[in-house]
């Protein structure tokens, strides 16, 4: 294909560029960055999530590539979510900073991988892979302990940000490491590929410090219980919250699993410090003056299962919400996500709380860096090559735009989409082959076993439902053994549709009595369809059994 | 219920208050405003459209209220669509502005009411409709020639704002009638009912014109096609456009049948504006040098059949996207519809169109008044009684602290959901109970025929499919005639999954064999749900015919 050894490959198809997973390979010695999974989208009708399609790595492995290992950079489940599935084939070592390697072991237990190989390594550190030498450098985003990585290759460096925001004052105190950024350019930035995410935001995005006017603001006016809703993985925003709680004399329950165990690893890991007396029981908390207690749920997506979703609809086990509720959306909607987070707000009012979201007041901020940033970490860097990643193509074009407005001549930068091959020499970039793979729906136990065939019938079926009839003809007079029997779902409501219903039976008889030659059943459903389409406009799928039997008992 | 004889309320159950319809009563004699319908959420499979269920005012008529009149405030669909379903039970006369009326002319006509009496009102007119004398007024928004209302009634006078924003500079020229407002409150209003969309939006919405510099933008620096893609009701924004094209020497043409309708309409009646030689046909424009043309659009929500959708995915019968076009998003996604507009802009992307969207150039403005604009409405009327409308519970929440911070008493304020009726004297503002009725889905010829169980069908069968068997049992024996025949649809893909189908007839197998008392067909489809689940951890719907017979032919 080329001539260059350096090949750098996102994988999974569908969604942002580069997001879940990607190969780098030298020579046939390769390491993968991230493990990830991608929620569904509105119209993926059961699916519960997607993963890249590696099936294309595995192949390659067997014709002779050798993966070093995995390096994960932070501990989103859009980066570690497939880890089980991808070391289900894929067995090499995985590398995470120390909060990341405490979320990895939960998932490598619940994926039977317990005993896996897990390196940690601290943000500074390097890792060597083959022919690859790795210095990780800390980033900020919405989850503590993120890395980027400096990829050291024999064409040159390759310098990869993951999810990133140039946060000068973050929650932990801990800033991005822009000396080690100072020094990847000293030493000449062969190529950037950088988070693309916001784009097509102008400015720089909010430290997430700014927050705490906000909370400061709510918690000094609320005379009820404070409920903060927010990504259970956002740590610094549970800090927020406990400090702001502290502050003004409040104790802090935890609702809903996933973020007390989130909770759990960041206590103790060292990346959440809570005073020892702050956190009470969700029972207790219920005992509490109003006044003296808030509560951190999950559910900011508007998930039905979710506490503030629960709450929302009166369905949760230990809470309820009440007048002079104050609740805070400490998030935004996950495009995609609108509607149900609205409908969430909507439902909680109706109970009698207050909700805050943004833009009624800033209460939360996003975790990826917009354009001032995005031109800061070009500029420190001076890249010869540039390859957006992290979004989707409308993102990455934005951002070729922009580093194309701070020199980068078009010819150097590579927009790609997953799939699409990216070859590097240190004077050429070359984009090569869409490589075959996408990426693979996993619902319930199946992975991969939905495509697009049944996903269509899904959607049929979502429209208009199904219909379906038993024909039981008696073999030595022709005629029908009895009413044929209508079973149908999502189609009409059928205790009010027995006229529909009985003219489906006589069109079915119809067929039955003039039938001379052909396909019975298949006479009998166009039939069927016909007439149904006629009489409602709606097309299900309609079946039909038909058989030819000596006479029915009983 | 109350001794005021003035009731408001707001009918359709679903979704923003007051939006879709409304009945003004006065001692059982009433007025309806508008007559629309609600497009459904993601959630709401196979609805087509969604109308007020209006069943509430056809029995009161039946116990003796008479209806004088619809006023319709403006020609968009959530206020005009459901007329046809309306008039169907409610045959009173229809008032409306020229445009408004040109546009319900088409629905009528539709829905076989052409004949129906339809007034032509213009901004300023009274209407005497029984104790109400409705003075109409002039006010901008996102579709020509709308109207708010001052309701005159023996209580007081009750203004109704409808969708509106306060643009000092709208591209047609025409100004909100401030005048009119202020002799309003002169005379003294009663009650404030205002447009709650944006109440939760800080400032002043930009002015419809400042557009023109973005358009301006795009149409010096692109040399190949533009595609400016709006609402087909958007008569302004095609104006500019119009406007834009005749300064930069390109000659426009008209993709999509609902726009090509509303210009005809609103040339007719001198809305728009267009130059005689401007307007060429699709087949024309495709002849003509890039650089010379611009193509007006629909499809701003991403809707698969609509023209921008049927260009994204390479289905438009007479045009293609080219590299070097332009696409300018003139629209911003109505919430619920964000994944899909993204995908269109990505594939455009894909196809090699650069696409224009708000945050990159301000190419779209809301329609709505922000707070700072709610403000001046509210002081410049100075209302007694504040009723926030067009907006769902958390807009009306916010408008209602806004209406607080102005001075308004929160107990002279009613936040209510439809359904729910309001009674107001001179000097009492009283919530009254909530009416029956809600929302009707329309689905195909079908109102009001697919329901919660319809639509919780539709759920289960979009999420894990259906399985239907056939289970022939020989009366005399007892055993299976045949192999039991199972038809699924949306579970697996049979194909692929012969080791599922085998396994299930083995279960009706061993059920059949092993049955002793009670149901067979209840028994069957309990031990195959059990297993499939266990296989696959979906639920699809089963179901079993179950006959003995004596014997199968053939």
């Keep these: 294909m080329s001539d260059s050894k350096l090949r750098i490959l996102p994988l999974g198809g569908l969604g942002e560029v580069g997001k879940n ?15 990830g999974i991608m929620f569904p989208e509105n119209d993926m009708l059961g699916i519960d999530y997607i993963i890249p399609d590696f099936q294309y790595v595995v192949d390659q492995m067997a014709a002779g590539l050798t993966v070093h290992g995995i390096v994960i950079t932070h501990g989103h489940e859009d980066h570690i979510g497939a880890i089980g599935h991808v070391l289900d084939y894929i067995t090499v070592p995985v590398y995470a900073t120390p909060l990341t390697a405490g979320l990895l072991e939960v998932k490598l237990r619940q994926a039977k991988h317990g005993n896996h190989p897990l390196h940690i390594v601290n943000a500074g550190d390097v890792i060597e892979l083959g022919p690859f030498r790795v210095e990780t450098f800390h980033v900020c985003h919405s989850i503590p302990d993120g890395i980027g990585l400096g990829i050291n290759t024999p064409e040159g460096l390759v310098v990869h940000s993951s999810d990133f925001k140039f946060d000068h004052t973050p929650v932990d105190g801990w800033p991005p490491d822009f000396a080690k950024l100072a020094e990847f350019a000293q030493r000449g930035v062969l190529a950037l590929l950088a988070d693309s995410t916001n784009a097509d935001r102008e400015g720089w995005t909010p430290s997430e410090t700014v927050i705490d006017k906000a909370f400061d603001e709510v918690f000094s006016q609320a005379q009820g219980r404070i409920i903060v809703a927010t990504f259970a993985s956002l740590i610094s925003r549970i800090q927020q919250v406990a400090t702001a709680a502290q502050r003004y004399g409040r104790k ?50 508007g998930e039905p299962s979710a506490v503030l979703g629960r709450l929302a609809w009166g369905r949760h086990r230990q809470l309820e919400i009440m007048a002079g509720d104050t609740v805070i959306m400490s998030a935004h909607p996950i495009p995609g996500n609108e509607e149900l987070v609205h409908r969430t707000v909507n439902k909680l009012i109706q109970r009698g709380a207050q909700v805050i979201y943004d833009p009624i007041a800033q209460v939360h901020v996003s975790g990826h860096a917009r354009r001032d940033e995005l031109k800061l970490l070009i500029n420190l860097l001076r890249p010869k090559f540039f390859i957006p990643v992290h979004g989707e193509l409308r993102h990455l074009t934005q951002h070729s735009l922009l580093a194309q407005e701070l020199g980068i001549p078009a010819e150097n930068i590579a927009v790609v989409e997953n799939g699409t091959e990216i070859f590097l020499t240190a004077d050429k970039l070359i984009v090569g082959e869409r490589v075959p793979g996408g990426y693979v729906f996993v619902d319930g136990k199946g992975v991969g076993d939905v495509g ?23 073999a030595e007079t022709g005629e029908l053994c009895e009413t044929p029997e209508i079973i149908s779902r999502g189609f009409v409501f059928l205790r009010d549709a027995a006229e529909i219903i009985e003219m489906a039976q006589a069109v079915v008889a119809n067929v039955v009595a003039e039938h001379k030659a052909g396909n019975l059943t298949t006479a009998i459903q166009d039939a069927l369809s016909k007439t149904l389409y006629n009489e409602t406009k709606r097309r299900p799928m309609i079946f039909a059994f038909v058989r030819e039997v000596y006479g029915i008992a009983g």
Excluded: C, W
């Design 21 to 35: 997973m990607m190969l780098f390979e030298y020579d046939n010695e390769g390491l993968i960055v991230d493990a």
């Design 252 to 301: 802090m329950a935890i609702a809903g699993y996933s973020m007390s165990e989130y909770i759990k690893v960041a206590t103790r890991l060292g990346y959440l410090k809570l005073p020892p007396d702050l956190i009470v029981p969700v029972e207790q908390a219920n005992k509490m003056a109003p006044g003296k207690v808030v509560i951190m749920a999950t559910g900011t997506q």
């Design 452 to 474: 697009p065939i049944v996903m269509h019938d899904r959607e049929i079926l979502a429209r208009d439902g199904f219909l379906t009839v038993l024909v039981l003809i008696d």
